[in-house]
């Protein structure tokens, strides 16, 4: 079971057979999940617009009792510069739990240092319980973590896609830079 979890957290590559499709996959999870959140919490067009940069990710993630894992690409964008970071996420989860869920995390930052190290490459330990459920075209997902900055320098907004799960859990999430095909 674990060898199924951990192979399962390695299948966070960037869709496409070139560089200018991979491009072009993100740039469409960026069109398309934008739209969404505003929809789903409006203060976020604001937050976004005032903030140092934000980072847009395609995540699956998949729980059986005790293990989880799951991985996903995606970018982080300055909004100072209008630097593209592409990267890639994996996750690897220990706890109660079942379930299966397709989403995308919205971080925005308002904390320089933390926007710099997310990008430079960032191993987060966190724990918590999440929910999530989706069904046609309605949505939703909550966990402690989501939402408010506080003293964070960011806030973690969920979209969910697909699926149904709900946890309880510690894990660690990486995120590395990645370079897109030649």
Known sequence: MFCLVFTMSGCSSIPGATGKEQAQTIDELVERTLPDLYKQEPKTREEIANSIG?????????????FGAGGGYGVAINNRSGEKTYITMTR??????????????????QDEKKFKDFIDGTWEVQAGAEAAAKAGESGAAGGAGSGD????????????????SATATAGVIRIRAVKLKQ
């Open 149 to 164: 900055v506080g003293d964070k320098g960011y806030s973690i907004h969920m979209i969910t896609d697909a699926g149904v």
């Open 92 to 109: 690897f989860d220990v706890g109660g739990g079942w379930g299966a869920r397709s989403v995308r995390p919205v971080v925005i930052f």
């Open 54 to 66: 934000y980072a847009i990710m395609s995540n699956t993630i998949t729980k059986v009792p005790i």
